[in-house]
T-cell receptor, first 114, second 111 residues
């Protein structure tokens, strides 16, 4: 079946450091790929998405490129802030039957210190 | 923000009691989902709905039932709560375009 694998956390960084959170997937066909973010005590929010190979999703300084050849969708940010501390989830969606069915990775906690 | 509310936000109950969690949306989205979030497991789909009275099972549906009598409400029922159902439960909605919008969550503790 479909699956998403993320690097385990927590990832601990100092403010202004470069961030990479790795995500790889296993799926047949051509899934859409997502990064969701969960701030403490809140639900998940969509951070960015890509719907086809070589697409780059970007939002709030975060970027991820859909790499079909390596089945990856790594999240990057050039300079993290304390406010970026959260749990990040990679997910895929195959839109089977024409509607959303997300498969999530286990999440990666990011802790940014001043 | 998408109009999704969940109630209650926190609940403590005892093993063997029935529990119902409510998800209410004001977006008129067709699709609604219930997930549970547990450390080391990420989010796992319990049940979902693709229309009024149309529901289907997800990955971890055992011990749970759902109902959707109106577009805006999706109820999750634990028939007889067990300690393994202690979790944070999230409702999500979608218009089918691929993005899901999540509610604030319900923290359930089963003693």
């Amino acid at each position: 079946g479909d699956s998403v694998t993320q690097m385990e956390g927590p990832v601990t960084l100092s403010e202004e450091a470069f961030l990479t959170i790795n995500c790889t997937y296993t799926a047949t066909g051509y899934p859409s790929l997502f990064w969701y973010v969960q701030y403490p005590g809140e639900g998940l929010q969509l951070l960015l998405k890509a719907t086809k190979a070589d697409d780059k999703g970007s939002n709030k300084g975060f970027e991820a490129t859909y790499r079909k050849e390596t089945t990856s969708f790594h999240l990057e940010k050039g300079s993290v802030q304390v406010s970026d501390s959260a749990v990040y989830f990679c997910a895929l969606d195959k839109l089977n039957s024409g509607y959303s069915t997300l498969t999530f990775g286990k999440g990666t906690m990011l802790l940014v210190s001043p | 923000d998408a109009g999704i509310t969940q109630s209650p936000r926190h609940k403590v109950t005892e093993t063997g009691t029935p529990v119902t969690l409510r998800c209410h949306q004001t977006e008129n989205h067709r699709y609604m989902y219930w997930y549970r979030q547990d450390p080391g497991h990420g989010l796992r789909l319990i049940h979902y709905s693709y229309g009024v009275k149309d529901t289907d099972k997800g990955e971890v549906s055992d011990g749970y039932s759902v109902s959707r009598s109106k577009t805006e409400d999706f109820l999750l029922t634990l028939e007889s709560a067990t300690s393994s159902q202690t979790s944070v439960y999230f409702c999500a909605i979608s218009d089918g375009a691929g993005e899901q919008f999540f509610g604030p969550g319900t923290r359930l503790t089963v003693l």
